[in-house]
């Protein structure tokens, strides 16, 4: 038989056989086992975290704007700058708005609130709103005078449901003479399971405008892009190309700081749990080590039978191998199938304890998401077959070390 089908069928011996001592037995399985345990944990992780990254761009930003131009005083031809700005490519959307920072009361409980005033012809463009609301809201909203959509949280903290009254105060403009106060009616509570519930309210752009200094302006003009890291250049662009007195924003001012936190934990843990798999795949030098001092009468019968170093090396290399193969698989099977379930698994232990692990208030979504990247998986699956190689090169290469007559010497 040829030696390397030879090598080939030893190492392969070796990493299945349990003809081992029960310690070195032992040592295998916590290397198989801590390479499982780390392989599917950091798949699951970096699905989490690729699911915050895509509920802040479909969630939270597909309601809020991606960028958006302001005036001191307001836009009075708010038209024409929508117009302007429309006729760019990258642009999918654009929306004149009214937009008041004030506060929300009712009964004896007072909560601050974002209120945005959109135009009738905007609402029906509110897709990813829209899929928490009724379908006839919008309808609603400009036959109802002084109707508002409200947050799930603002609404939780006020006490309110649908048909509720609120009083909306909304301080001076120049800080100086009494505020503007405003009766509304809820007329629907939406819940996007995001940070958006406890700030957010809507409602016509007539009526908010009304409460503002100047009724007939628009407080800006906001765009949605198709590319959303181009909103920044795109919004500066536009201001550039603009009279004095505009001036832009974006969701890198907004919500810049949370992509980015959302990326920093993602690099950190990653980094994190690939040092928890390079300590699993560095047990295998223990492993190896114990099997090789195990099976000296072995190697020195073998080296007698004329194998030579190189096929002493694959041996034990292919050995190693073979045990990263089945952590690798086994844990890559398992972290595909918890980040497949893991958001369903959590809401069903939520609702056992009857507790909420994340709230809206404290964390930017109020459930735990998960987007599997089959890169991800691909990747974290070679780097820990990489370094299972890697740490199966120093034992293999102390058992092309072993000399024949010393081992055999007391068998």
Request: glycine share 8%; aromatic share 10%.
């Amino acid at each position: 038989m040829p030696w390397t089908n030879y090598t080939w069928l030893m190492g392969r011996r070796y990493a299945i056989s349990r003809r081992h001592s029960q310690l070195v037995s032992f040592i295998s399985s916590v290397s198989i086992l801590g390479l499982v345990i780390g392989v599917a944990l950091l798949i699951t992780v970096l699905a989490i975290m690729n699911g915050f990254d895509r509920e802040l761009r479909d969630r939270i930003l597909g309601i809020m704007p991606h960028g958006a131009i302001y005036r001191d005083g307001g836009i009075e031809n708010y038209q024409g700058v929508a117009d302007d700005i429309r006729a760019r490519p990258e642009v999918t959307a654009v929306t004149p708005f009214v937009q008041l920072e004030a506060l929300l009361s009712h009964k004896r409980e007072v909560a601050p609130v974002g209120l945005y005033g959109l135009p009738d012809e905007a609402w029906a463009s509110q897709r990813e709103l829209s899929k928490y609301l009724p379908q006839d809201i919008w309808d609603r909203l400009q036959d109802t005078p002084h109707g508002v959509l409200l947050g799930g949280g603002l609404a939780q903290k006020l006490s309110v449901s649908a048909d509720d009254k609120l009083t909306l105060v909304v301080p001076s403009s120049s800080g100086e003479g009494a505020p503007n106060i405003q009766a509304l009616t809820v007329l629907a509570v939406f819940d996007t399971g995001t940070e958006l519930d406890n700030q957010l309210a809507l409602t016509t752009m007539a009526t908010a405008a009304a409460l503002t200094a100047y009724p007939n302006r628009a407080s800006g003009v906001r765009f949605q892009v198709s590319d959303l890291f181009q909103a920044p250049t795109l919004a500066r662009s536009i201001v550039y190309e603009l009279p004095n007195g505009f001036y832009s924003s974006d969701w890198t001012r907004t919500h810049g700081n949370l992509y980015q936190a959302i990326h920093m934990s993602k690099q950190l843990v990653g980094l994190l749990l690939f040092l928890i798999i390079g300590i699993a795949a560095f047990n295998l030098v223990s492993t190896l080590i114990m099997v090789v001092v195990d099976k000296q009468g072995d190697i020195a019968i073998l080296r007698t039978l004329g194998a030579s170093s190189m096929e002493i090396l694959g041996i034990f290399l292919i050995q190693g191998g073979i045990i990263g193969v089945v952590g690798t698989l086994i844990g890559s099977v398992l972290g595909v199938g918890l980040s497949f379930w893991v958001t369903d698994w959590v809401q069903w232990l939520e609702g056992v304890l009857g507790i909420q692990f994340l709230h809206s208030d404290v964390y930017p979504l109020s459930y735990l998401p998960s987007d599997l990247h089959w890169p991800d998986v691909f990747l974290v699956a070679a780097v820990a077959l990489s370094l299972s190689l890697v740490a199966s090169l120093y034992p293999a290469w102390r058992a092309t070390r072993v000399q024949p007559a010393e081992a055999l010497r007391f068998e």
